[in-house]
């Protein structure tokens, strides 16, 4: 099993940036490919970015693309997401993930993954 922790939200204006940490405790982090969703009032989960055990493949989607940024530190066992040029529409809770065996190719479904932070609010004022 392994525990998230995540950190690093908070209120920012429009066009700033932010960065989220998310820290796991127990089995080697190494082992999972993490992944970091969001989820707005009155909307669905939905799949922001993820990495893979070593951090060699990302995936990102449309709408984050070119302004945020995943990336992990397995000696830390801290996945982050740098967030840049927030704009009202990326305010949501947002929640890491991990998963033993999840190939990069199912990433994008929050169904897949076996564990969850407690997520952390991210809100962008315009």
């Known amino acids: 099993q392994v525990q998230l922790v995540e950190s690093g939200g908070g209120l920012v204006q429009a066009g700033g940036s932010l960065r989220l940490s998310c820290t796991a405790s127990?089995?080697?982090?190494?082992?999972?490919?993490m992944g970091w969703f969001r989820q707005a009032p009155g909307k669905e989960r939905e799949f922001v970015t993820a990495?893979?055990?070593?951090?060699?493949?990302?995936s990102y989607a449309d709408s984050v693309k070119g302004r945020f940024t995943v990336s992990r530190d397995n000696a830390k066992n801290t996945l982050y997401l740098q967030m840049n040029s927030l704009n009202p529409e990326d305010t949501a809770v947002y929640y890491c993930a991990a998963d033993g065996s999840l190939p990069m190719t199912r990433v994008t479904f929050p169904s897949q993954y076996d564990y969850w932070g407690q997520g952390t609010q991210v809100t962008v004022s315009s």
């Open positions: 127990g089995r080697t982090f190494s082992r999972y490919t």
């Open positions: 990495i893979s055990q070593y951090g060699g493949t990302t």
